[in-house]
């Protein structure tokens, strides 16, 4: 599912028994693919939780280290 706060757009999606979270670059380039997975969670609920709490200086870019989503 797509998720979006006044942070930005992210998708939860569900892998097995874990929901994982993928921050999307921007708004130009927000669909499945672009992302990169920031972390997994036992639930959607907790999922959320991060998106809505996720806070982040710069904005973001396919640049940064975290591995992409495969």
């Known amino acids: 599912?797509?998720?979006?706060?006044e942070k930005g757009?992210?998708?939860i999606r569900k892998l097995g028994?874990?929901?994982?979270?993928?921050k999307l670059p921007d708004f130009t380039e927000a669909h499945v693919g672009?992302?990169?997975?920031?972390s997994t969670f036992?639930?959607?609920?907790?999922?959320?939780a991060y998106c809505?709490?996720?806070d982040q200086e710069e904005a973001?870019?396919?640049?940064?280290?975290?591995p992409p989503l495969s």
């Open 1 to 5: 599912m797509f998720y979006n706060t």
């Open 9 to 11: 757009q992210f998708h």
């Open 17 to 22: 028994s874990h929901y994982s979270v993928i």
């Open 34 to 38: 672009t992302g990169h997975i920031l």
């Open 42 to 48: 036992a639930s959607a609920e907790e999922a959320q």
């Open 52 to 54: 809505d709490a996720w």
């Open 60 to 66: 973001f870019t396919r640049d940064q280290t975290a």
